[in-house]
């Protein structure tokens, strides 16, 4: 019994309490007590821990009655004890059937603390017993859980062999449907009963049941057995005596269907066999060889001090021929018998020594250290003789099995004849060197043509563009154009015939860049609208949604094939549109196959000649090319680059309908680039995002997001103004950038809330983006407030430029206010570059920092080491230059400040080298960062801050 005792005590009346406890702590009984006198009292206090209720018999506000009931439904263990100074024996014995533990009279307070310690020892010993009845509960429930949802069979037999108990999977397995048709049942005559052949099985010999009479445990892998509708299928199975103290009184079984096991060797087995078949059928000279011995004598001399196998292999051929010894040839095959000319197996092994030239040990040597370094595979090609003494050229291939990679007692060595091949090499070798003779003469007369051609073009378009400038009449008008637009169409002849001229000699190569494909329709286009303008001709453009924004290809081959498809286009269209459609379609992953289509109201093809129109110099017939020009080479061109990058054209025409030419490209979606090279332009910005549209928001906050940038989304639950102050009290400050989408409506109060932002809120400098189709007359009013407009906000990339522009420029701006407030640092600046020299000028023109420039290393260093006093705080080293580089210069310079007991000064590597081994000689030769050209002029300026403004607050 725990002290002090926690009592409740149920009496209107606080001396009588007093009482009572005084009357417990006379019999050295402490007690920690509460008073309450009426039932919701009495509830609220039973929220607590209590060790027992003492309660007197009747009070104003409740009788005892009430508390034994409220006690019974809240803790019907708790011991109630009533008190009474005079009650009729008939109210006694009533509170006692309701509940009461004992009834003790006023008169008699001396029987208390026993009555009290006896109802709480007993109290106490109820909880007990009742949990641990519900701990015996909670572990047959977990066992009888683990034993519904073991895998494995499980059934137990009595000493007669009868089931006594069997898990589902037990049923299941044996086809049964309850457990019940098992119970009482001889498992033997149910499941063991007989072999495969229908044989019996005596019950003597069931190795299941044999642990009753031995009393020892049983296990197995093969036994058989049968199922309720007579199938049967193999098991695995363990027995077990069950015993109760010395007796056994019985079996556990365990089984499990091995069906599958069964099958998977048996399929090895027959793997093996067809292994078999193919090694001695196969054409290929086939070797299996045992390198176990190889590698136990590396191991020893490893364990015998040698810390660099691969070092002495290379240096010492007598420990590479003593492990040629040690190598067992176990099999070879039909086909090297008859490669190396040999009548069987032991006449080859005989004579190895024939086979083999000095060139073998030396691969033999190669080979060994391939296995070293841990790789599987190592290929060859040797010139090795038969048994006749004939050479032999050979491409060999080792290969080391897997799960031999630490016995390197599994290789098998192919070798394939190459003497064929290499014959038929040394004519291609002649056939190709004559082609590429002829080859490179077409090549010299092509660009010697097109020399000759070009130059005095030259002459010819540069004086009618000077003529032109002239006052000429109409006639001399025409003739000027006739000779611009003549020259123009030889010029593009020159262009088409040099290129198919490079694809067919294999010489144009496709460059793979991150490009947007919208901005390459957007560039194509521009370059025909004019021409579309001026025929009265609609040029439109759609983009499928599921267009990438950015792809890996060659943008400027994709550009050249549309505008080729353009170009024809215009030219064969007199009225109608021109249309643009882009597409995509899934491949797998990150691929996608890019669809851009050409569709034109033009004169048509007819269906005779559209399968020649992709041949050079083919035209749909000899009265195109006199009406319209050309050389017909544009479309075999525009195929050709098509087909280099995967891909093909089709070609849709009705005559006196129009056309439809499209390009279908594989091409690789572009990921983000590598977080150390180029993170998100907009990681980390705040945008607000001010809609009414329940759908287009996603939009704008979808381009925030992929930016790096976190949207706050604001629909019109409540003004602009009041969005804004909930976003700068729970923040402390106003988001980096505003978005409003406008929907066409309610402009005026637009107007009055942007208007009444700027001077209220003194939001001078938030940048503000007003997105949608605003009306023109509205645009001065807005662009007069510093308000950025997006009429087209539908156009992602236009959207996305807009974004990052106007948060950058925002930046810079707060960049180069800090800087003119900042520290003015005195900076040296090494290139050989003059343009580099110019553009580091103009980054830093507008800051306080003093600039000292240097051509070379040599120069730095002797900038550097000549001043008495070091008055450099930082410098900007290239590392790629003339006389000295900048590493050598970093070196001198760290080793001059070391000599003379000097604080480093902190030296920017700016190199065009990106890998990271670049990086680390930056680093090793003691620059203290490391910037990668094309220097971004916020990163350099942060850069300069954070290493040279430490510099020279040490300084001082």
């Known amino acids: 019994m725990r002290e002090p005792l926690q009592l409740l005590i149920v009496d209107d009346s606080p001396d009588d309490a007093e009482l009572l406890i005084l009357e417990l702590q006379r019999q050295s009984i402490q007690v920690q007590w509460q008073r309450v006198d009426d039932n919701p009292s009495l509830r609220q206090a039973m929220a607590e821990s209590w060790d027992a209720i003492i309660c007197d018999i009747c009070m104003p506000q409740m009788t005892a009655q009430n508390c034994l009931k409220t006690v019974a439904e809240i803790d019907p263990d708790l011991p109630v004890l009533i008190i009474s100074g005079t009650a009729p024996e008939q109210d006694a014995i009533e509170l006692l059937e309701a509940g009461a533990r004992d009834f003790i009279s006023k008169d008699n307070l001396l029987r208390l603390h026993v009555a009290l310690r006896r109802e709480i020892l007993a109290c106490e010993n109820r909880r007990a017993q009742v949990r641990a009845e519900r701990q015996v509960q909670n572990q047959e429930a977990h066992l009888r859980s683990l034993f519904n949802a073991m895998a494995e069979g499980l059934y137990a037999l009595d000493r007669d062999g009868n089931c006594t108990m069997a898990n589902p999977a037990c049923v299941q397995m044996l086809g049964y449907g309850d457990p019940k048709e098992l119970l009482g049942q001889q498992m033997h005559s149910l499941m063991h009963h007989s072999d495969i052949d229908g044989n019996p099985i005596p019950i003597s010999e069931c190795p299941m049941h044999n642990v009753l009479s031995h009393h020892l445990t049983e296990e197995g892998g093969d036994q058989l057995f049968w199922r309720k509708d007579g199938s049967h299928f193999p098991a695995s199975f363990r027995s077990a005596p069950l015993r109760e103290g010395d007796d056994v009184t019985g079996v556990v079984v365990t089984f499990r269907d091995i069906t599958k096991q069964c099958a998977i060797e048996q399929n090895l087995s027959q793997s093996e066999q067809r292994y078999r078949n193919l090694f001695e059928h196969s054409p290929v000279s086939l070797w299996e060889e045992d390198f176990s011995a190889v590698k136990s004598y590396l191991d020893g001399l490893r364990r015998d001090g040698v810390t660099n196998l691969v070092q002495l292999l290379e240096n010492n051929p007598g420990v590479v021929l003593e492990c040629a010894k040690r190598v067992r040839i176990d099999?070879?095959?039909?086909a090297t018998l008859a490669l190396f000319g040999a009548e069987d197996k032991a006449e080859l092994l005989a004579n190895l020594t024939r086979v083999f030239t000095d060139e073998s040990l030396d691969v033999f040597k190669v080979e060994l250290i391939h296995f070293l370094q841990g790789s599987l595979k190592f290929e060859h090609e040797a010139m090795q003789r038969n048994l006749l003494g004939e050479p032999i050229w050979t491409q060999l291939q080792i290969s080391l099995s897997e799960d031999a990679k630490e016995s390197w007692d599994k290789v098998l060595v192919s070798v394939i004849d190459l003497s064929h091949r290499k014959k038929a090499e040394d004519e291609l070798r002649e056939a190709k060197e004559a082609a590429e003779t002829a080859n490179r003469c077409k090549s010299e007369f092509l660009a010697t043509m097109s020399h000759e051609i070009r130059t005095p073009m030259n002459a010819i378009l540069g004086t009618s563009e000077l003529l032109r400038e002239t006052l000429l009449d109409n006639q001399q008008q025409d003739f000027m154009d006739l000779l611009s637009s003549a020259g123009g169409n030889l010029l593009q002849i020159i262009n088409d015939i040099l290129d198919i001229s490079?694809?067919?000699?294999?010489?144009?190569?496709?460059?793979?860049?991150?490009?947007?494909?919208?901005?390459?329709?957007?560039?194509?286009?521009?370059?025909?609208?004019?021409?579309?303008?001026?025929?009265?001709?609609?040029?439109?453009?759609?983009?499928?949604?599921?267009?990438?924004?950015?792809?890996?290809?060659?943008?400027?081959?994709?550009?050249?094939?549309?505008?080729?498809?353009?170009?024809?286009?215009?030219?064969?269209?007199?009225?109608?549109?021109?249309?643009?459609?882009?597409?995509?379609?899934?491949?797998?992953?990150?691929?996608?196959?890019?669809?851009?289509?050409?569709?034109?109201?033009?004169?048509?093809?007819?269906?005779?000649?559209?399968?020649?129109?992709?041949?050079?110099?083919?035209?749909?017939?000899?009265?195109?090319?006199?009406?319209?020009?050309?050389?017909?080479?544009?479309?075999?061109?525009?195929?050709?680059?098509?087909?280099?990058?995967?891909?093909?054209?089709?070609?849709?025409?009705?005559?006196?309908?129009?056309?439809?030419?499209?390009?279908?490209?594989?091409?690789?979606?572009?990921?983000?680039?590598?977080?150390?090279?180029?993170?998100?332009?907009?990681t980390g910005r705040r945008v607000m995002v001010k809609h009414d549209h329940p759908i287009v928001h996603l939009y704008y906050e979808e381009t925030v997001r992929c930016l790096?940038?976190?949207?706050?989304?604001?629909?019109?639950?409540?003004?602009?103004?009041?969005?804004?102050?909930?976003?700068?009290?729970?923040?402390?400050?106003?988001?980096?950038?505003?978005?409003?989408?406008?929907?066409?409506?309610?402009?005026?109060?637009?107007?009055?809330?942007?208007?009444?932002?700027?001077?209220?809120?003194?939001?001078?400098?938030?940048?503000?983006?007003?997105?949608?189709?605003?009306?023109?007359?509205?645009?001065?009013?807005?662009?007069?407030?510093?308000?950025?407009?997006?009429?087209?906000?539908?156009?992602?990339?236009?959207?996305?430029?807009?974004?990052?522009?106007?948060?950058?420029?925002?930046?810079?701006?707060?960049?180069?206010?800090?800087?003119?407030?900042?520290?003015?640092?005195?900076?040296?600046?090494?290139?050989?570059?003059?343009?580099?020299?110019?553009?580091?000028?103009?980054?830093?023109?507008?800051?306080?920092?003093?600039?000292?420039?240097?051509?070379?290393?040599?120069?730095?260093?002797?900038?550097?080491t000549t001043q008495e006093d070091p008055s450099f705080d930082l410098i900007l080293m290239d590392v790629q230059m003339p006389e000295m580089d900048g590493y050598t210069a970093t070196r001198f310079i760290r080793n001059w400040e070391q000599s003379n007991n000097l604080k480093p000064v902190p030296i920017i590597a700016l190199t065009a080298h990106a890998m990271s081994e670049h990086v680390a000689m930056s680093l090793e030769a003691g620059c203290t960062t490391h910037l990668i050209k094309p220097v971004n002029r916020k990163k350099l300026i942060k850069s300069i801050e954070h290493y040279g403004s430490k510099r020279a607050s040490e300084a001082y």
């Not at 997006?790 to 948060?807: F, M, Y």
């Open 331 to 334: 099999n070879v095959n039909h």
């Open 502 to 682: 490079k694809i067919e000699a294999g010489h144009m190569e496709l460059e793979t860049t991150r490009f947007s494909p919208r901005q390459v329709v957007r560039d194509s286009l521009a370059i025909v609208t004019h021409r579309t303008k001026a025929k009265g001709l609609k040029l439109l453009h759609y983009f499928d949604d599921c267009v990438p924004y950015h792809l890996m290809g060659d943008p400027s081959r994709l550009r050249q094939v549309l505008i080729n498809f353009l170009g024809n286009a215009v030219k064969f269209t007199h009225e109608g549109s021109i249309s643009v459609l882009v597409r995509s379609a899934p491949k797998e992953e990150d691929q996608i196959t890019l669809t851009i289509s050409v569709v034109d109201t033009g004169i048509g093809i007819p269906g005779a000649v559209q399968k020649e129109i992709f041949k050079a110099f083919t035209q749909a017939d000899t009265s195109i090319t006199r009406r319209y020009g050309g050389s017909g080479l544009g479309l075999a061109i525009s195929q050709r680059i098509i087909r280099l990058m995967g891909g093909d054209l089709t070609l849709k025409s009705y005559e006196e309908k129009g056309s439809s030419f499209s390009l279908h490209v594989p091409m690789q979606v572009a990921k983000h680039p590598p977080n150390h090279e180029t993170e998100l332009p907009l």
């Open 708 to 864: 790096g940038a976190i949207a706050i989304s604001c629909d019109n639950k409540y003004a602009l103004e009041r969005d804004l102050e909930l976003i700068s009290s729970k923040e402390g400050r106003f988001p980096d950038l505003l978005l409003i989408h406008y929907d066409g409506e309610d402009l005026d109060r637009l107007r009055q809330t942007l208007a009444h932002l700027r001077l209220r809120y003194h939001t001078s400098d938030l940048p503000i983006i007003l997105a949608g189709a605003l009306p023109h007359d509205t645009l001065d009013f807005f662009t007069e407030m510093g308000i950025i407009l997006q009429r087209t906000p539908n156009e992602r990339d236009l959207l996305i430029k807009t974004l990052i522009h106007t948060l950058n420029q925002r930046e810079q701006e707060q960049l180069l206010v800090q800087h003119l407030n900042g520290t003015a640092l005195h900076l040296l600046v090494v290139d050989d570059n003059e343009d580099n020299l110019k553009l580091i000028q103009a980054f830093l023109g507008q800051t306080a920092h003093t600039l000292t420039m240097a051509r070379n290393g040599r120069e730095a260093v002797e900038l550097v």
